[in-house]
């Protein structure tokens, strides 16, 4: 997998926020998902995409350790999902300079592995390396109704429990409507 990687001109929370964005698309009931997801893909520097049925599948079953982290109501809870993430996915660390990139970290078992197993073991990584950061939970799932996309967590302060101003506003608007 080309594109993206934790060199000088990204982050950890560039890799979560692409964990983040491709959950939502794996989750859509798009009608052209293998599309839209190689979008998402490129947005995220990843270029020339094609994804196969077969890679879909495998996106999809990646996806549900990766949710489970975004999940979860804690910080506890979270760095549990995430090492039944490494436990279950990821190899020892390594350094690679796979196709001419700059030195960077993979916890994936090749440098030419299936697309589930990259998405899968690069988002626990970002995700392990903010909540480490933080020491708090690395993102959550948006608490609007009817909404359920997940973020990442930005900085310190008050947990953040919308994935957007948008459903912020939404909620807020609801509740004023309601006479709450």
């Known amino acids: 997998m080309d594109g993206v990687r934790w060199t000088a001109g990204s982050a950890p929370a560039d890799a979560a926020q692409r964990a983040a964005d491709l959950l939502v698309e794996l989750r859509s009931a798009e009608p052209d998902p293998a599309g839209r997801i190689a979008a998402v893909l490129g947005e995220h520097g990843e ?15 990646a996806a549900e350790p990766v949710a489970a982290v975004f999940a979860a ?4 809870t979270a760095a549990a999902a995430l090492n039944a993430l490494f436990a279950r996915h990821a190899g ?6 796979h196709g001419g990139t700059a030195w960077h970290l993979h916890v994936d078992a090749d440098d030419d592995g299936g697309w589930g197993e990259w998405f899968v073991t690069s988002s626990g990584l970002a995700l392990a390396v903010l909540l480490a950061e933080r020491q708090a939970p690395p993102g959550g799932v948006c608490a609007a109704p009817g909404c359920g996309a ?5 900085g310190a302060g008050s947990p953040r429990r919308y994935c957007s101003a948008r459903c912020a506003t939404r ?3 609801a ?3 309601a006479g709450g």
Not at 150 to 154: C, D, G, K, R, S
């Open 47 to 61: 270029t020339g995409v094609r994804l196969t049925p077969a890679d879909l599948d495998e996106l999809r079953a």
């Open 73 to 76: 109501p804690d910080t506890t």
């Open 92 to 97: 020892p660390p390594r350094l690679t300079s």
């Open 150 to 154: 997940p973020f990442v967590a930005h």
């Open 171 to 173: 909620v807020r608007v």
């Open 175 to 177: 509740r004023h409507r």
